[in-house]
């Protein structure tokens, strides 16, 4: 690998070579100055190839309408296109605001019901069940069982039992 100062060094020299004009040998030669005001040639083109270069030149009414059209669409698409992402972001912010806030109620809901299941006694309420307001467990005869009900509830209309 070369040292900075090598690179320094034979950048010095390539710089001095490269200013250098000396000639070796006896005579100079002298630039064919007949070159320099000569008209450089032309290439002869065919016939097809200058129609081409001439059509190129110009455009017509149609290309640049189709042009335009071509560019309105693509507008058109991309405009679309950047209000659906700003559309999705906004309702992905929407969404996660919403999760939050269910998630708010769930938590609040849990902590509810843990502090009523917490303070319910469950033996004191048959104890006041039973003692003061005298209910007391099913007989028998009492318990009625419907089977394919549907409903949340079941009304009695018949008081016979």
């Known amino acids: ?3 900075e100062f090598e690179r320094n060094r034979n950048r010095v ?13 006896n005579t100079v030669t002298k630039p064919d100055v007949r070159r320099q005001f000569e008209e450089p040639q032309k290439k002869v083109l065919s016939n097809s190839a ?10 017509s009414f149609g290309y640049i309408a189709f042009l335009l059209m ?15 992402n700003a559309d999705i972001t906004t ?19 849990a902590e509810a019901l843990s502090r009523i ?10 104890r006041v069940a039973i003692t003061e307001l005298g209910m007391t467990y099913p007989k028998e005869g009492q318990i009625v069982s419907y089977a394919g009900v549907d409903y949340d509830y079941v009304r009695k209309v018949d008081e016979s039992n």
């Open 50 to 59: 200058r129609k081409n270069r001439e059509k190129a030149k110009y455009m």
């Open 70 to 84: 071509a560019f309105s669409v693509a507008a058109v698409v991309l405009i679309g296109y950047i209000r659906l």
């Open 13 to 25: 020299n390539r710089t001095a070579y490269e200013r250098s004009a000396y000639v070796y040998g």
């Open 91 to 109: 309702l992905n912010a929407e969404i996660a605001r919403q999760e939050k806030i269910l998630n708010t109620m769930r938590m609040e809901n």
């Open 1 to 3: 690998m070369a040292t």
């Open 117 to 126: 299941e917490s303070s319910i006694d469950i033996e004191e309420v048959k």
